[in-house]
């Protein structure tokens, strides 16, 4: 199994489940490709070996409860969206995205379907469902 199809399991899981590394330029951070978190481990490895277990802890509790995990990361997605629309309209625009959700900022143009400039919660759900569904084929 190669390094890098192992960071991008790891990080889908997290996406997945919610769960994400909170050490500062640890992996999982925005934008960290996976030679850096590679580099990353190598330079910290308690640090990297302790998220190595707690995403296993994570992987087991999620296969005894997968509707429970599936809930949660709904809810951390939820928040995060909440937090990055700054106006409270419900909405993201480029602008918030870019300042509170770079990931999804990258992507804008691909999440905003309906290409009214904003991106609502279920255009984001419509694009996770899809990039899910790109995975799995590529499986």
Known sequence: MSIRFVAVLALSL???????????????????SAAERQEWCKANPEKCKE?????????????ADPEKCRAEGQAKRDERFTKADANKDG???????EKGMPGVARRFDQIDTNKDGVITKEELAAAGKARAEQRKDKQ
């Open 91 to 97: 909405k993201l625009t480029r602008e918030e995205a």
């Open 14 to 32: 997290a996406v997945q489940t919610g769960v994400a590394f909170a050490a500062e330029g640890a992996p999982g951070a925005a934008g960290m």
């Open 51 to 63: 998220m190595q277990a707690k995403r296993k802890e994570r992987q087991d509790a999620c296969k």
